[in-house]
């Protein structure tokens, strides 16, 4: 049984930074993706990120410049850093895992975490 349990989340000012953590079940080397996922209300689910195998990371469009993505082998950990936070960053993040060779653009993964909330507010 795969679990993916993200924690980090909360409020943050405009301009403020988050680090969010996902722990993951069992070995990360399970998994080719690893990667962080966010659903603001009224909207679709978006990939905004996601580390593969090799620890290549891989950014959408959406927050590329403001991500740091990245994975400690030792903890079973992916981290998830986000600056300069605006307001529209505000949504639920969450964490996912595929064992596939997945495009960036495929949205759907295999497993997922519960979530974390992210508020940019002042």
């Known amino acids: 049984q795969v679990q993916l349990v993200e924690s980090g989340g909360g409020l943050v000012q405009p301009g403020g930074s988050l680090r969010l953590s996902c722990a993951v079940s069992?070995?990360?080397?399970?998994?080719?993706?690893l990667g962080w996922s966010r659903q603001a209300p009224g909207k679709q689910r978006e990939l905004v990120a996601d580390?593969?195998?090799?620890?290549?990371?891989r950014y959408a469009d959406s927050m590329k410049g403001r991500l740091t993505i990245s994975r400690d082998v030792a903890k079973n950990t992916v981290y998830l850093q986000m600056n300069d936070l605006k307001p529209e960053d505000t949504a639920v993040y969450y964490c996912?895992?595929?064992?596939?060779?997945?495009?960036?653009?495929?949205?759907?993964?295999?497993?997922w975490g519960q979530g974390t909330q992210v508020t940019v507010s002042s």
């Open positions: 996912n895992a595929d064992p596939r060779q997945v495009p960036l653009t495929m949205q759907s993964r295999a497993y």
């Open positions: 069992g070995s990360i080397f399970s998994f080719y993706a």
């Open positions: 580390i593969i195998s090799g620890g290549t990371a």
